[in-house]
């Protein structure tokens, strides 16, 4: 199993400029979060999915999007860079939507700064 | 709502003491909790998790926490640091029937040789 993979692993943009990054997980896990995590401020939840076709806010959603098609693939959209994104961006996944105290996978990150 | 905190951004601990990373958590019912750590350029690892019963719960590579429900803590500890456990480590709470997992500010952990 390659686990939870993200690409790219680190990425440029220009104010405005729009982006996705990925992240597949071959665990048939139902669960799936991205996180970013910021110096001082621990990881922070963006968005989340509980399965195929359903998905939720976490506490910092503004200026991300998600969509969830299949079980394997969470992609997380910028619409329109902007500096304060400048961040290190983890993808997770776990099995389990309900009950049960189930360890995350996290994938390696994806460091992105904006200019 | 649900929150956690780790009090301390960084802990030395000569190597071959003992170590201890605290955590304290707040959430309403009964918590889920988790110790993750994070190497240079890494994704986070899973260390060890509480759900319920012994309130001593041991985890991977040597490390165990202690839950302790009237203080409302989750301290990582080690009976014996090794340089390499030099890393950030995290805390997480999750409550019970909730999805989201709330973690802590992390504390990096220095173990001197």
């Known amino acids: 199993n390659a686990g939870v993979t993200q690409t790219p692993k680190f990425q440029v943009l220009k104010t405005g400029q729009s982006m996705t990054l990925q992240c597949a997980q071959d665990?048939?896990?139902?669960?799936m979060s991205w996180y970013r995590q910021d110096p001082g401020m621990g990881l922070r939840l963006i968005h989340y999915?509980?399965?195929?076709?359903?998905?939720d806010q976490g506490e910092v959603p503004n200026g991300y999007n998600v969509s969830r098609s299949t079980t394997e693939d969470f992609p997380l959209r910028l619409l329109s860079a902007a500096p304060s994104q400048t961040s290190v961006y983890f993808c997770?996944?776990?099995?389990?939507?309900?009950?049960?105290?189930?360890?995350?996978?996290f994938g390696p990150g994806t460091r992105l700064l904006v200019l | 709502a649900q929150s956690v905190a780790q009090p301390e951004d960084q802990v030395n601990v000569a190597e071959g003491n003992p170590l201890t990373v605290k955590c304290t958590y707040s959430?309403?019912?009964?918590?889920?909790l988790f110790w993750y750590v994070q190497y240079p350029n890494r994704g986070l690892q899973f260390l060890l998790k509480?759900?319920?019963?012994?309130?001593l719960v041991k985890g991977s590579y040597g490390f165990e926490a202690e839950f302790n429900k009237s203080q409302t803590s989750f301290h990582l500890k080690k009976p014996s640091a090794l340089v390499s456990d030099s890393a950030l480590y995290f805390c997480?709470?999750?409550?019970?029937?909730?999805?989201?997992?709330?973690f802590g500010t992390g504390t990096k952990l220095q173990v001197i040789p």
């Open positions: 997770a996944s776990r099995t389990g939507t309900s009950g049960g105290g189930w360890a995350q996978y």
């Open positions: 665990m048939n896990h139902e669960y």
């Open positions: 999915s509980v399965g195929a076709g359903i998905t």
């Open positions: 959430v309403s019912g009964n918590p889920y």
């Open positions: 509480y759900i319920t019963g012994d309130n």
């Open positions: 997480a709470v999750r409550a019970g029937g909730y999805q989201k997992v709330t």
